[in-house]
C-alpha cells in the first residue's frame, strides 16, 4: 500500500521560515518525480515545485511565485521529499500537497495547512 504523509505545515509569521518533509512507503521512491502543490481557499490548486526521479537527474523547477525563496529537495535513502519554504509571503497561505507520480502511477498525500499570518 502507498502511503505519502506531509508534516512539517503550521503558523508562521511573515518573512519566516518553514521545511515540510513529505515521507512514502510503498514504492522505489527514488525512480518517481515528486511535485508539491498548494491550495488556497477558492482557488484551484496549483504546482509548486517539482524534482524529477534520481534517474533523470533530480532536476528542479519552481513556480514563478515560490522561485528563488522555496527550495525542493529529496533524500531518497529516506523515501523522504521536502520543500524548504523561506521569506513566507502572506499569499503563500495554502494547503501544502506532496505528490508522486511516474510509471502510469500519481499518488497524493492528505496536505498539510501552513498560515503566513502577523
Known amino acids: 500500500q502507498v502511503q505519502l504523509v506531509e508534516s512539517g505545515g503550521g503558523l508562521v509569521q511573515p518573512g519566516g521560515s518553514l521545511r515540510l518533509s513529505c515521507a512514502t512507503s510503498g514504492i522505489i521512491f527514488s525512480i518517481f518525480t515528486m511535485s508539491w502543490y498548494r491550495q488556497a481557499p477558492g482557488k484551484q490548486r496549483e504546482l509548486v515545485a517539482t524534482?524529477?526521479?534520481?534517474?533523470?537527474?533530480?532536476?528542479?523547477t519552481y513556480a514563478d511565485a515560490v522561485k528563488g525563496r522555496f527550495t525542493i529537495s529529496r533524500d531518497n535513502a529516506k523515501n523522504t521529499g521536502y520543500l524548504q519554504m523561506n521569506s513566507l509571503k502572506l499569499d503563500d497561505t495554502a494547503v501544502y500537497y506532496c505528490?508522486?507520480?511516474?510509471?502510469?502511477?500519481?499518488?497524493w498525500g492528505q496536505g498539510t495547512q501552513v498560515t503566513v499570518s502577523s
Open positions: 524534482i524529477s526521479s534520481i534517474t533523470s537527474g533530480a532536476i528542479t
Open positions: 505528490n508522486v507520480n511516474g510509471y502510469r502511477s500519481d499518488y
